[in-house]
């Protein structure tokens, strides 16, 4: 069964940290993108960071949307099939709900149209006080 099972989520004044970690069913973890969306109410949702799990030093192995750039970071334990978003320097416009998810398809497919997502989890809550 295809699933994506997020944790880590909650609640941390501006400017802390949190790390989100997604665990990632073995059939859907190779040789694609996992991404990191988030929606606030009332907002589309967006894509916050991509990393690809192939094999392969591909110079965009791993994207951001420029609001995070530089304050998030994605990373990937293969031997556990988990994919991690660190968060720091929190801002009030971070609060969304964060969603983990998996392309489609295997393959080379960048960037954050949620039109090649075929995988969502449960989402997990993330909420920054000023």
């Known amino acids: 069964q295809e699933q994506l099972v997020e944790s880590g989520g909650g609640s941390v004044q501006a400017g802390g940290s949190l790390r989100l970690s997604c665990v990632v069913s073995k059939t859907i973890y190779s040789r694609r993108f996992i991404f990191w969306f988030r929606q606030s109410p009332g907002k589309e949702r967006e894509g916050v960071a991509n990393i690809w799990t192939g094999t392969g030093n591909h110079q965009d192995a791993i994207n951001y949307a420029a609001a995070v750039k530089g304050r998030f970071v994605i990373s990937l334990d293969k031997d556990k099939n988990t994919v991690y978003l660190q968060m720091d320097s929190l801002t009030p416009e971070d609060t969304a709900m964060y969603y983990c998810?998996?392309?489609?398809?295997?393959?080379?497919?960048?960037?954050?149209?949620?039109?090649?997502?075929?995988?969502w989890g449960q989402g997990t809550q993330v909420t920054v006080s000023s």
């Open positions: 998810a998996a392309a489609t398809y295997e393959g080379w497919i960048p960037g954050f149209s949620v039109n090649n997502i075929g995988f």
